[in-house]
């Protein structure tokens, strides 16, 4: 099975900034799109956005113009460049193909206090 591994989640404060970091096993991410997803308290998983296997990148309009998604120089990691952060962006954050196919992993929290 395919393992997820995302890092780089904390504790910030509104308008800061953090880099999430995600690793998998294997080789997926160099033959299928890739993504970026979470879940807030209360409310289900969502995209966050997403790299299509033929480049195009998506966001959802929340984060547009906020963050960055790109991929590492291995093939099987993946970043997310999150800026202006607010309050309604914490959630656990996930990362997986896109659209998802795997077990997910366990997360990275983001918390971002007023």
């Known amino acids: 099975q395919v393992q997820l591994v995302e890092s780089g989640g904390g504790l910030v404060q509104a308008g800061g900034s953090l880099r999430l970091s995600c690793e998998a096993s294997?080789?997926?991410?160099?033959?299928?799109?890739m993504g970026w997803y979470r879940q807030a308290p209360g409310k289900q998983r969502e995209l966050v956005a997403g790299?299509?296997?033929?480049?195009?990148?998506d966001y959802t309009d929340s984060v547009k113009g906020r963050f960055t998604i790109s991929r590492g120089n291995a093939k099987n990691t993946l970043y997310l460049h999150m800026n202006s952060l607010k309050p309604e962006d914490t959630a656990v954050y996930y990362c997986?193909?896109?659209?998802?196919?795997?077990?997910w992993g366990q997360g990275t929290q983001v918390t971002v206090s007023s």
């Open positions: 294997g080789s997926i991410f160099s033959l299928t799109g």
């Open positions: 997986n193909t896109y659209p998802p196919t795997v077990n």
């Open positions: 790299i299509s296997r033929g480049g195009v990148i």
